[in-house]
């Protein structure tokens, strides 16, 4: 799981950058500077003490793939895939650390 949290993280710190890259709609620019901090932040923090992080990170990751299909707010295409392909890689890897996280012991 440690792999996937940094997957996440770095992720994460790309979307908090990419805010940057769009000249056009303010929503886009707060949308991924609050998204991208939110999940850099929860991405380094995912442990396996910790695996509810993971739904933040999955929930967060449809949120990018949703606002990339709102039209209008995107100023080119690039930013529409950064979009699509960030939100995919947070989503599958944030439910998919969900899966992978420790079983708990049973009691004999």
Avoid: C, R
């Avoid at 929860?42 to 949120?63: D, H, M, N, Q, S």
């Amino acid at each position: 799981m440690k792999t996937k949290s940094w997957i996440i993280g770095i992720v994460g710190l790309w979307i908090l950058a990419s805010a940057f890259l769009n000249d056009g709609h303010e929503f886009i620019l707060w949308s991924n500077l609050i998204a991208g901090a939110l999940v850099s932040g929860f991405g380094f923090a995912l442990v396996p003490e910790k695996p509810g992080l993971g739904w933040t990170a999955g929930i967060l990751g449809l949120w990018l793939i949703v606002t990339a299909f709102i039209p209008g707010l995107h100023e080119g295409m690039g930013l529409l895939w950064n979009g699509i392909i960030a939100g995919i890689i947070v989503t599958y890897d944030g439910f998919y650390a969900l899966s992978t996280s420790p079983k708990q012991k049973q009691a004999v």
